[in-house]
């Protein structure tokens, strides 16, 4: 499966975007899709993750923020980022999802695509 993430830029704090995540084929095989972002100078971290049954989790601080979804006809997963920070800066990537052996997700493809930069910035 491969996997083509878009829709970032350049928008004022307090804006919206939406990064939309196309993927090749059905990706049913694996647990879920991963939203991921890198910010200069940090890890990749995970930070919104839908599974095949459309449960949604984020880490704490885009909670209330951010919103992902899945159409599985489509093939495709969005993620609606609401109230942007400057601290969401960076450039973001998506990545079907696996189960780690401490139970959390991890990503399911070794490979990542050139991701969506978002900047958030006056």
């Known amino acids: 499966v491969q996997l083509q993430a878009s829709g970032g830029g350049l928008v004022h704090p307090g804006g919206s975007l939406r990064l939309s995540c196309a993927a090749s084929?059905?990706?049913?095989?694996?647990?879920?899709i991963g939203w991921f972002r890198q910010a200069p100078g940090h890890e990749r971290e995970l930070i919104a993750a839908?599974?095949?049954?459309?449960?949604?989790t984020y880490i704490r601080s885009v909670k209330g923020r951010f919103t992902i979804s899945r159409d599985n006809a489509k093939n495709t997963v969005w993620l609606q980022m609401d109230s942007l920070e400057p601290e969401d800066t960076a450039v973001y990537y998506c990545?079907?999802?696996?189960?780690?052996?401490?139970?959390?997700?991890?990503?399911?493809?070794?490979?990542w695509g050139q991701g969506p930069q978002v900047t958030v910035s006056s």
């Open positions: 839908i599974s095949n049954d459309a449960t949604p």
């Open positions: 990545n079907v999802l696996a189960v780690g052996w401490g139970g959390n997700y991890v990503p399911g493809l070794d490979q």
């Open positions: 084929e059905s990706t049913s095989s694996f647990k879920g």
